[in-house]
Each structure stands twice: as C-alpha cells, then as structure tokens.
C-alpha cells in the first residue's frame, strides 16, 4: 500500500502561481511514477503530468506545457507541481496518483490516489 496526502491548493488570480505537494508513505519503493491529474465540475479526470521516480523523467500534456513543472524530492518522498502563468480553465480539483506500471497518462493505470486538492484560479 502506498498512502499519498497533497498539499497546497487555494485561491489565486489568473497570472499567479501555486505549488502543490504530495507526500507518500508506505510501499514507496514499488512506485515506478508519480503523477498529477484534475478534474472539473461535469468533467473527465485529465492527465496533467508525471514523473518517473528513478530518472526523473517528466511527462506534461500540451496545456500546461511552459506553465507547470513537476519535481520530485526523494530524501522525503514528496512529488511537487509548481503551477505558474494560472488560467481560469486550470480551475479544478487536483489529485496526486502512484504508478506501479502501465501508462504514464491514464488515470485508470494508477494504483494509488491522493484525496485531492482543489485550485480555483480567478479572471
């Protein structure tokens, strides 16, 4: 079992930055990835991004591209998703997930999940 809690969400206005955190505790050497994901009011759980724990090799979709970075701190086991340049349509909750293995942008690959975190992003 991999328990994940992230960190980090709020209020900000359109332009501003936010960083989200996301620690995990248990079986975290089983995780291959680490990855973001959101999801709006009426809408699909979307692929936001995603890191590779042992290389560190990141994954973003093409909307946040320039505007979000993911990290990773491996002395604490915490994934983190510096949000910048926001937009309204980033407005979500955002969830943290464990990847064992499988595909790095589906969420139905991930075996573990944060509760989430909402971030609403104001014009």
């Known amino acids: 079992q991999v328990q994940l809690v992230e960190s980090g969400g709020g209020l900000v206005q359109a332009g501003g930055s936010l960083r989200l955190s996301c620690a995990a505790s248990?079986?975290?050497?089983?995780?291959?990835?680490m990855g973001w994901f959101r999801q709006a009011p009426g809408k699909e759980r979307d692929f936001v991004a995603a890191?590779?724990?042992?290389?560190?090799?990141?994954y973003y979709a093409d909307s946040v591209k320039g505007r979000f970075t993911i990290s990773r701190d491996d002395a604490n086991n915490t994934a983190h998703l510096q949000m910048n340049s926001l937009k309204p349509e980033d407005t979500a909750v955002y969830y943290c997930?464990?990847?064992?293995?499988?595909?790095?942008?589906?969420?139905?690959?991930?075996?573990?999940w944060g509760q989430g975190t909402q971030v609403t992003v104001s014009s």
């Open positions: 997930a464990a990847l064992l293995g499988g595909s790095i942008y589906s969420w139905g690959s991930y075996d573990y």
């Open positions: 890191i590779v724990w042992s290389s560190g090799h990141t």
């Open positions: 248990g079986r975290t050497f089983s995780t291959y990835a």
